[in-house]
């Protein structure tokens, strides 16, 4: 029998997870496809239930229904309660559903592999309030980081924002607006500015100026669709350490598929599967 795992979401335009996925289960010797299963709202419950029949080793899930599957399975492990969103969904040995976040340990995977040093000790700000910026803000705060500013440009989100994870770790954490002026002396002390929004993706521009950060700093913007957006245009043209999000697209799909499957160390399979994509913006299902 061949085994699935279904990535739940709608629209699905990329096929980066599949492309990974399958490279890996071929890499592995596992009889396995990685499918892309683009669904209504109404339609999710069931898909959720499906995942519970022999043959499946798990779910993928991404916008919009994250919080929605959350819902829908057995039991959601703490830290992914935390955070606020599923993104994977395991079985355990008693064929119960598992919802997990991979993305937060995929951030600290992919920015400390970047920095080339742990985020323990680091002062950081995001820019973004929404469910990416959760999974940030959350890594960095657990991983040790000294201080983290959130800043967003509805001030009450990051504020909430920074609520939410008040009591992780033991830096501070404090959120502000984009225009505040609190945000650029943040950026200008950072060791790690991070945009965790859609901006370069979906919208125009850039949210940090890179004018105003220091020599030492490193870069890291979520987006990897374009692979150089704005930001990191402008922080190359500056001289600064920048990377997307490419290697957090990575680990976080690596962390899932040792889930589903107990087999680790499939980054590398992954990475030399998925690169033709991540160079080519056009890339899509």
């Known amino acids: 029998m061949t085994r699935r795992v279904g990535l739940l979401g709608k629209p699905l335009r990329r096929r980066h997870s599949k492309v990974m996925h399958d490279a890996a289960f071929r890499a592995a010797g596992i009889d396995a496809t990685y499918d892309l299963l683009e669904l209504d709202a109404d339609a999710v419950?069931?898909?959720?239930?499906?995942?519970r029949g022999p043959g499946w080793l798990g779910l993928g899930v991404t916008a919009p229904y994250k919080k929605l599957v959350a819902e829908l399975v057995d039991e959601v492990e703490p830290e992914a309660t935390r955070i606020g969103a599923v993104n994977n969904v395991t079985k355990d040995?008693?064929?119960?559903?598992?919802g997990f976040n991979s993305d937060a340990p995929g951030f600290r995977a992919g920015v400390e592999l970047a920095m080339g040093r742990p985020l323990a000790g680091t002062t950081v700000v995001v820019a973004g309030a929404g469910g990416a910026a959760h999974a940030v803000v959350y890594a960095c705060l657990s991983a040790g980081a000294?201080?983290?500013?959130?800043?967003?440009?509805?001030?009450?989100?990051?504020?909430?924002?920074?609520?939410?994870?008040a009591d992780v770790g033991e830096g501070s954490v404090r959120g502000v607006g984009l225009d505040d002026p609190a945000f650029a002396a943040a950026l200008a002390q950072a060791d790690v500015a991070v945009n965790a929004t859609t901006v370069g993706m979906v919208d125009p521009g850039a949210t940090i100026p890179v004018e105003v950060l220091r020599d030492d700093v490193i870069v890291f913007d979520l987006v990897y669709v374009p692979p150089e957006t704005p930001l990191l245009a402008a922080a190359r043209a500056r001289g600064l350490r920048a990377a997307n999000g490419s290697e957090m697209l990575i680990a976080q799909a690596a962390i899932a598929f040792e889930r589903w499957t107990g087999i680790g160390g499939m980054d590398g399979v992954m990475r030399e599967a998925v690169a033709p994509l991540l160079v080519d913006p056009t890339a899509i299902a």
């Open 45 to 51: 419950a069931a898909a959720v239930d499906a995942a």
């Open 93 to 98: 040995e008693a064929g119960r559903l598992i």
């Open 146 to 165: 000294r201080s983290v500013t959130i800043g967003n440009r509805t001030v009450a989100s990051a504020a909430a924002l920074a609520e939410r994870f």
